[in-house]
């Protein structure tokens, strides 16, 4: 691959905003035909790197070279017209359309020069489809695909315009194993055909499975490019984290302990794009008991979340089934997250800084916001009361800022998940339930929200967690409940904890066999 010249050819490209560095010094050569991957901790500067390519940023200092003509993309079209393409992790598709749509949206060839010629565009897709091996039907509606199949369409989407340069951001995290393996047998083959892949995961296994050479940032700098043939997993990790990771230590039993939360067949329905109810968690029940991390795994779209909003009295939809908590019992429908945190529940969202920190008010504002009731039950609170529940949460948290009145998005990820954590616990709850709770935060970050978890569910408190990191479900968790298509296809025992397991029951093989085994 390296006799030939490199398609793309940074050096020491540089990127600031205002007065932070986002990326300093990185040096990077990606050849034709070449699968290279980039890693680093959430925060370590892989994105700017891609918005950089793709002409969303532009550096701040450096070269950036492609095909040894240097370039400073101003759009992201112009970095397309240089045949660079994107493929990000949230899909950029239209269900409603089909395939060939998808594919020429925005291009569409014309009759006349009036009317769009969808004879040509259904042809001229199933062309590329073919060509590329994608065994897809150019007509079908994107919404009756699967999401490797929809992954499938991005990339065709990409190719058609002529991409030799394709850019992949964690591909495979909403694919099932078998959907992964068939991804990384069609980045291969691109390969194979000369084109340029830059794949950025966090997916040790699969980056050492697929890629040719790795390179690793770390805080925002270049820390080294190496062949995955010349390093170790630990080796890659030393780099990214600059230390070791101290290993999990053994869980302990807690199917002694009370049952600290009930869940009994509840479900939900919406409506989908074209207005029909569809199950989105189809009679799911379970128990968790006091002091018990009780993990929730499955891909995206599997009704995770759902059933965590459920329990919370949140979704929107039709509800069914029943939970029970501290001898009281309640029907889904009639629960509200009033009802629910009286009751001893708290729940974490996925998206902090939409629905769970006020990011524009200061810290002392958003640690008392849930506890407000108690600690102003006449309606008036002091700045004392604030000030000593605050730093209390600070000290306790371990949350690194510069004190009360420091405004939430001045703090790091991590520092923010701690704050949404600890303004919670403030409402002395019972149960947590916590959705993705170390998305975007760095592995440093990680290891002490997990800290802080198993601290309290040593108190006895119950806590039910959905991840879509299984490494993190599997070190966590007691028992995992694994979702596929609004299903429960399994609960898994801390003996019985494997990726393979998992991810088999996570997909719709998994569903195939609990219906088997009613």
């Given at each position: 691959?390296?006799?030939?010249?490199?398609?793309?050819?940074?050096?020491?490209?540089?990127?600031?905003?205002?007065?932070?560095?986002?990326?300093?010094?990185?040096?990077?050569?990606?050849?034709?035909?070449?699968?290279?991957?980039?890693?680093?901790?959430?925060?370590a500067g892989k994105s700017t790197l891609v918005k950089i390519l793709s002409g969303v940023h532009q550096r701040s200092a450096g070269h950036m070279e492609v095909r040894g003509r240097e370039v400073d993309f101003a759009t992201p079209k112009e970095a397309e017209r240089d045949g660079i393409a994107i493929i990000h992790?949230?899909?950029?598709?239209?269900?409603?359309?089909?395939?060939?749509?998808?594919?020429?949206?925005?291009?569409?060839?014309?009759?006349?020069?009036?009317?769009?010629?969808?004879?040509?565009?259904?042809?001229?897709?199933?062309?590329?489809?073919?060509?590329?091996?994608?065994?897809?039907?150019?007509?079908?509606?994107?919404?009756?695909?699967?999401?490797?199949?929809?992954?499938?369409?991005?990339?065709?989407?990409?190719?058609?315009?002529?991409?030799?340069?394709?850019?992949?951001?964690?591909?495979?995290?909403?694919?099932?194993?078998?959907?992964?393996?068939?991804?990384?047998?069609?980045?291969?083959?691109?390969?194979?055909?000369?084109?340029?892949?830059?794949?950025?995961?966090?997916?040790?296994?699969?980056?050492?499975?697929?890629?040719?050479?790795?390179?690793?940032?770390?805080?925002?700098?270049?820390?080294?490019?190496?062949?995955?043939?010349?390093?170790?997993?630990?080796?890659?990790?030393?780099?990214?984290?600059?230390?070791?990771?101290?290993?999990?230590?053994?869980?302990?039993?807690?199917?002694?302990?009370?049952?600290?939360?009930?869940?009994?067949?509840?479900?939900?329905?919406?409506?989908?794009?074209?207005?029909?109810?569809?199950?989105?968690?189809?009679?799911?029940?379970?128990?968790?008991?006091?002091?018990?991390?009780?993990?929730?795994?499955?891909?995206?779209?599997?009704?995770?979340?759902?059933?965590?909003?459920?329990?919370?009295?949140?979704?929107?939809?039709?509800?069914?089934?029943?939970?029970?908590?501290?001898?009281?019992?309640?029907?889904?429908?009639?629960?509200?997250?009033?009802?629910?945190?009286?009751?001893?529940?708290?729940?974490?969202?996925?998206?902090?800084?939409?629905?769970?920190?006020?990011?524009?008010?200061?810290?002392?504002?958003?640690?008392?916001?849930?506890?407000?009731?108690?600690?102003?039950?006449?309606?008036?609170?002091?700045?004392?009361?604030?000030?000593?529940?605050?730093?209390?949460?600070?000290?306790?948290?371990?949350?690194?800022?510069?004190?009360?009145?420091?405004?939430?998005?001045?703090?790091?990820?991590?520092?923010?998940?701690?704050?949404?954590?600890?303004?919670?616990?403030?409402?002395?709850?019972?149960?947590?339930?916590?959705?993705?709770?170390?998305?975007?935060?760095?592995?440093?970050?990680?290891?002490?929200?997990?800290?802080?978890?198993?601290?309290?569910?040593?108190?006895?408190?119950?806590?039910?967690?959905?991840?879509?990191?299984?490494?993190?479900?599997?070190?966590?968790?007691?028992?995992?409940?694994?979702?596929?298509?609004?299903?429960?296809?399994?609960?898994?025992?801390?003996?019985?904890?494997?990726?393979?397991?998992?991810?088999?029951?996570?997909?719709?093989?998994?569903?195939?066999?609990?219906?088997?085994?009613?």
């Amino acid at each position: 691959m390296e006799s030939s010249k490199p398609v793309i050819s940074l050096r020491a490209v540089s990127k600031s905003f205002a007065h932070v560095i986002a990326l300093r010094s990185v040096d990077l050569d990606v050849y034709p035909g070449e699968i290279h991957a980039i890693m680093g901790e959430n925060g370590a500067g892989k994105s700017t790197l891609v918005k950089i390519l793709s002409g969303v940023h532009q550096r701040s200092a450096g070269h950036m070279e492609v095909r040894g003509r240097e370039v400073d993309f101003a759009t992201p079209k112009e970095a397309e017209r240089d045949g660079i393409a994107i493929i990000h992790q949230e899909l950029n598709l239209i269900p409603s359309l089909s395939v060939s749509e998808n594919i020429f949206l925005g291009r569409e060839p014309l009759k006349a020069g009036l009317f769009i010629d969808y004879r040509e565009i259904e042809n001229r897709s199933a062309e590329i489809l073919a060509r590329f091996g994608i065994d897809i039907d150019a007509r079908a509606d994107v919404e009756t695909l699967r999401v490797g199949e929809q992954q499938l369409v991005e990339i065709a989407r990409a190719l058609s315009l002529n991409a030799d340069v394709l850019v992949l951001d964690e591909p495979t995290s909403a694919l099932s194993e078998a959907e992964a393996q068939r991804l990384a047998g069609f980045v291969r083959a691109l390969a194979k055909q000369g084109v340029a892949i830059l794949y950025i995961s966090h997916r040790m296994s699969e980056v050492f499975a697929l890629a040719d050479k790795i390179t690793v940032l770390r805080d925002g700098n270049f820390i080294a490019t190496r062949r995955s043939s010349e390093v170790s997993e630990r080796d890659v990790i030393r780099m990214m984290v600059g230390r070791e990771l101290k290993p999990q230590e053994s869980k302990s039993t807690v199917s002694g302990n009370p049952v600290a939360l009930s869940v009994r067949n509840i479900g939900l329905q919406k409506p989908n794009s074209r207005g029909r109810m569809h199950k989105v968690v189809d009679d799911v029940s379970f128990e968790v008991h006091a002091g018990e991390i009780f993990g929730i795994g499955g891909l995206l779209g599997s009704g995770r979340t759902e059933v965590l909003e459920l329990i919370f009295g949140a979704p929107i939809g039709q509800r069914s089934g029943a939970i029970s908590r501290g001898g009281i019992s309640s029907n889904v429908q009639s629960l509200t997250p009033r009802v629910s945190v009286t009751n001893g529940i708290a729940f974490l969202t996925e998206d902090r800084k939409g629905s769970g920190l006020l990011m524009q008010a200061d810290i002392r504002s958003n640690a008392v916001l849930p506890s407000l009731p108690q600690l102003a039950p006449l309606g008036w609170i002091s700045r004392l009361r604030e000030n000593a529940v605050t730093r209390r949460m600070i000290q306790s948290m371990r949350v690194r800022c510069q004190g009360p009145d420091q405004k939430i998005e001045e703090l790091s990820g991590g520092n923010q998940q701690k704050i949404v954590l600890g303004k919670w616990l403030e409402t002395r709850p019972r149960v947590v339930l916590l959705d993705e709770p170390t998305r975007g935060i760095d592995v440093g970050a990680k290891e002490e929200i997990y800290d802080l978890l198993k601290q309290l569910a040593a108190t006895g408190v119950a806590i039910v967690m959905v991840s879509s990191e299984l490494p993190e479900l599997l070190s966590l968790s007691n028992r995992i409940l694994v979702m596929c298509e609004g299903r429960a296809t399994g609960i898994v025992g801390s003996e019985e904890f494997s990726e393979e397991r998992i991810m088999e029951l996570a997909t719709p093989l998994g569903v195939r066999l609990q219906g088997e085994a009613a």
